[in-house]
């Protein structure tokens, strides 16, 4: 996974001028356009634009394309704001990354999801439809909440939530539709949701594994360096003192910064703590 994040990254060094400007733009104008083709034919539309396996073998191309722009759910008002959603996190991987990147990034989870339609197919023999691109968006979502997990969205409009929380609901959401997938001897909705996950850990994988074996290990040399007690006391200290965890570089506090993140060094000796500004530039002790 590391050494293909890597290859594409290197092609798009190479290749500056490949990809597509504000594709998400493309996808939005395009969602909304066969959305009043689906309105004007009362929905008819929708069954020459979906994906269908048998359909695509016979000489119907453009199935691979149009799909894309099947709107995944028609109120309006929830369109409006998925719509908004997906391009505000889609412009920001974009910026992030490059257009070069992020379209890749989207055409390899369309890709994937074509091949979880025609695989389906093969093993079932059933053409299921495959419209929208809302499994493909989760990958973006995934994507966007490890960049920026603490970004802050209104959930209802109302409750403010942060990304690394919806991320974790949505993957909830993904296990029980997985589950029920089995249990109902679907395929296609047991496939489709692994084509998010499975898109997402080609890019972000590598860094995910690293995250998980920093962690146990910060957790394990926690345990052998620092007797219970004297952690307890620390935690003690802190919250009488107003705050939990605090930098012992530049001294800024979790209750002061409430969106900084704060890391411990395994490498270090003792309880030391480090905000996520120094946690990679500092001297070890």
Known sequence: MHKLNTAVERFCAKHPKFGISNLMRYIVFGTIIVYVLYLATQGSALYYLSFHPALFLRGQVWRIVSFLFVPNTFGPLWLIVSLYFYYFIG?????QWG????????????????????????????????AGTYYINMSLFFAFASLYPNHQVLLFFVLPVRMKWLAWADLVMF?????????????IAVLLPLVAIVNYLLYFGADLREFLVSRVQ?????????PPKLHQAARKTSEQQGYLHKCIVCGRTDSE?????????????????????????????
């Open 175 to 187: 296990a029980i539709a997985i589950v029920m997938g089995i249990i109902d001897g679907s395929l």
């Open 91 to 95: 412009n920001a991987l974009e910026q």
């Open 218 to 226: 910060v957790l394990k040399n926690r345990r052998q360096r620092r």
């Open 257 to 285: 910064y409430r969106d900084l993140e704060f890391r411990y060094c395994s490498k270090c000796s003792g309880y030391s703590c480090y905000c996520i500004d120094h946690i990679n530039s500092h001297i070890h002790h």
């Open 99 to 130: 257009k070069g990147k992020f379209t890749i990034f989207y055409l390899s989870g369309a890709v994937l999801t074509i091949i979880a339609a025609l695989a389906t197919y093969f093993i079932t023999g059933t053409s299921y439809g495959v």
